[in-house]
DNA sequence: CTGTTAGCGCATTCAG
DNA sequence: CTGAATGCGCTAACAG
């Protein structure tokens, strides 16, 4: 019933060589024949051995483990990044060990703490915001790499999204479908992200020299916001024909309003969010176009360059800016 | 730089004692005075010794480590039952290794493999559908408890949600709120959710002396199916007073088109979902009723079950069917 | 109560 | 090329 623990002995008996033969032909060690190789490999196969990875790790000195630390499973951010990482980590028969610190500090700390008792060789921090946060410190001893949320210490290798060219993206856009009178609806006050998109709207705009227009505020990433901001917006004196917001739920609220108001989308208002989370953007009508921000790739290169950095490769430091990619639906689109 | 690997032989001779007292001190065992253990603990604090828990899993025999196999992340059901999880093993100080076999069966046999491989004390696995799956069988030697996803095996424990009971408190908030003329827009066919809801419903109304609409046949979990299957509905000759969908998606579809059809919500037609997915059903205005299926609790449940078994603690066998909880919101209530 | 002695299962020198 | 010996860091009998 309990699994017998066939181990290595018992390969090595079973083949008729040495414990210390059996480990090297199983790893595959050039120092043996050949011949006796097979023999050891059919022999494991025989009576289905599995190495025993606890006592791999304890005599080898690596755990052949990555913990993954996340500030907010919940939010949709950290999910796509936890997917990515896990695929890319299982390629290299490494496995993922999760903790959710749920944006608590103390939490997260203590966690930090049973990872490296647990001996990984390496630590993915995600976040949910790309705000910097505290860096984590060089004494941790083994690679970390912050995914989404940057850390503020330039010495740690950070991957979050170009937020700023996600702008640009967005905007190009827009002026390519021949918007003249943008608006653009923001998040929270404060948000690096909303900021950044910002500066890469408004860059894109001044060249083509088009005004912004940025009426409504902040508010919060709810379609509630959306709606009122737009709302508030249609009874301004500007009128405008292209609302950009800061996230697709904002730009889900903005149709609701828009639609009460009589704004036909796209031909009289066109329609734009960021992040392109399909489950409200591919849902409504018509769909929502989005920036995309690819962070399931962003996942897997955080766990390759992680990777890579554990084999003693040296990786870059610094904030690693990646890039978005736009999403094109109705809400932008006349044909179709 | 690196960490420079404290032991315990260190925190023993900065004590001034045996390796073997020191462990004992360390773990609380009751052999050991207590002035002692107080200057073991004060030494080990003092050089920052942590243990080394690859070290002591080899010794022990247990790894403090549970598997944790899902078959699709993506899916908003798992989510919930692996922050569940995850949060209820962390008081135990058991971590968890987490894999995703993305709905392809190679690849959870392969992570199943390696998670053996990595000594787990026991094993979760969560689908992110209530149709029964294929056991694993008894021959993994570790506890296994399947969540949310059932395991055909009645031999095993699972624990998922009762979808009956879930029909009927629906069913049971329609009749009590002044509904006689209730609609069920149903998701897959063959699905074991929809059908086992379906069940709930028919139960109660039955009960009730009230019919059941049931015209517009299956769709997909989608708003899209939503709109067309309520405009079905709507065109049909049967007037309808309620619209019980499968799932909250379903719901906001048919918010729509029951506006669309200048249909007042909750006035003329009250609207219900299921699964409380609130991303959807708080946002929309009224916010759409639904039944929450618990799935957090579920996670934690299934966590503390399965360390219980790991423990030795006999637990039951056979599907086990949690309490699902109602959650109204504007879409049913004409007050507020 | 404390210390000594064995392993846990495996990878690795280092002789043969 | 192979095998005997050593140790990874810790826990668990056993003696003292």
New binding site residues.
């Given amino acids: 019933m309990a699994r017998k623990?066939v181990?290595?002995?018992?390969?090595?008996s079973a083949a008729?060589?040495?414990?210390?033969?059996?480990?090297?032909?199983?790893?595959g060690?050039?120092?043996?024949?050949?011949?006796?190789?097979l023999r050891v490999v059919a022999a494991a196969r025989e009576i289905s051995?599995?190495?025993?990875s606890?006592?791999?790790s304890?005599?080898?000195?690596r755990s052949g483990t990555v913990g993954l630390l996340t500030s907010d499973l919940e939010g949709r951010f950290s999910l796509p990044v936890l997917m990515g990482a896990e695929d890319a980590l299982g390629v290299d028969e490494i496995t993922v060990l999760l903790c959710d610190a749920r944006g608590d500090s103390i939490r997260e700390q203590h966690h930090i703490t049973t990872l490296l008792s647990r001996q990984i060789d390496g630590l993915l921090v995600v976040g949910s915001r790309t705000d910097a946060r505290p860096s984590l410190g060089r004494k941790i001893g083994i690679p970390v790499i912050y995914v989404y949320t940057p850390s503020a210490d330039p010495a740690d290798l950070s991957l979050t999204p170009d937020n700023v060219e996600a702008g640009r993206i967005a905007a190009r856009h827009l002026i390519t479908t021949g918007r003249t009178q943008i608006a653009h609806i923001r998040g929270e006050v404060d948000n690096q992200a909303s900021i950044d998109r910002a500066k890469g709207i408004s860059e894109v705009l001044g060249e083509a020299g088009l005004p912004i227009v940025n009426d409504a505020g902040y508010g919060e990433w709810t379609e509630r916001w959306g709606r009122s901001a737009t709302s508030m917006l249609l009874d301004g004196a500007t009128e405008i024909d292209a609302v950009l917001c800061d996230s697709d739920q904002i730009a889900r609220g903005a149709l609701d309003a828009l639609r009460a108001h009589d704004r036909r989308v796209p031909e009289d208002v066109s329609l734009m969010g960021f992040d392109n989370w399909t489950v409200i953007t591919a849902e409504t009508r018509p769909g929502i176009t989005s920036v995309d921000m690819n962070l399931e790739y962003m996942g897997r290169l955080a766990a390759h360059t992680l990777f890579a950095s554990i084999e003693g490769k040296p990786v870059d430091s610094g904030i690693e800016y990646l890039p978005c990619r736009l999403v094109v639906r109705g809400s932008t689109m006349f044909d179709r």
């Fill in positions: 623990a181990t290595l002995s018992d390969v090595a008729g060589v040495s414990l210390a033969t059996a480990s090297k032909a199983l790893n060690r050039t120092e043996v024949k050949v011949e006796t190789r051995f599995s190495h025993n606890i006592a791999r304890l005599a080898r000195g």
